[in-house]
């Protein structure tokens, strides 16, 4: 099965400006979520969607958002850019809703703002 | 609210020699655990989970409910085994996992 994809792969975008991310998960997967990397934070948890319902939210300011489609394909969107919000966008698809099974992590979508 | 703590940023040992590579949780309930590994311009994935109770790669690790630790371990580190390593926690809440602040071991030959 091919792995979860995201894109962009590299974006650079200015303060102010809005951002969406794209991410396909694992054929099947119908669990997708979204993890933010910084390099002072570590990995943080946004939010996870589920059957196109979000299932829980971490704690980010309402500048994000996201939303499941039907075919389980996810994206993210940023408003009001922040210099802040520049980081590494992880996405992580899981065939389940549950933890205990395991997430597939994607490459991740380098987002730099200025 | 629930928190993972890996006190070692860096871990340096030699090849041949034994790692532990320590993670403390807190949370009042029941967390599953998980160590995740992420290679040299790899992805970041599941090395094992607590449940499993799994060795994998000859990598072990023991959830200690009383000291609320998770600490993994291999009695002979190989080279291979340089990565960053992250010790990760959910609760019964879906897909919502806490990582710890990530582990980078070094084997040197």
């Known amino acids: 099965k091919a792995g979860v994809t995201q894109t962009p792969r590299y974006l650079i975008k200015t303060r102010g400006q809005q951002v969406t991310l794209s991410c396909s998960p694992i054929?099947?997967?119908?669990?997708v979520s979204w993890y933010q990397q910084t390099p002072g934070q570590g990995l943080q948890f946004l939010f996870e969607y589920f059957s196109e319902t979000q299932r829980n939210k971490g704690n980010f300011p309402g500048r994000f958002s996201g939303r499941q489609f039907s075919n389980s394909r996810s994206e993210m969107n940023v408003s009001t850019l922040e210099l802040g919000d520049s980081a590494l966008y992880l996405c992580?698809?899981?065939?389940?809703?549950?933890?205990?099974?395991?997430?597939?992590f994607g490459p991740g979508t380098r987002l730099t703002v200025t | 609210a629930q928190r993972v703590t890996q006190p070692e940023k860096l871990l340096s040992v030699f090849k041949g020699a034994p790692v532990e590579l320590k993670c403390n949780y807190s949370?009042?309930?029941?967390?599953?655990l998980f160590w995740y590994v992420q290679y040299s311009r790899q992805r970041l994935q599941l090395l094992l989970r607590h449940i499993s109770r799994e060795s994998i790669k000859g990598f072990t690790a023991d959830l200690n409910k009383g000291e609320t630790s998770f600490h993994l371990k291999k009695p002979f580190a190989q080279e291979e085994d340089s990565a960053m390593y992250y010790c990760a926690l959910t609760f019964n809440a879906g897909n919502m996992l806490t990582f710890g602040g990530g582990t980078r071991l070094m084997v040197k030959p």
């Open positions: 054929s099947g997967h119908r669990s």
């Open positions: 949370y009042s309930g029941s967390p599953e």
């Open positions: 992580a698809s899981s065939p389940m809703g549950r933890g205990t099974y395991e997430q597939y």
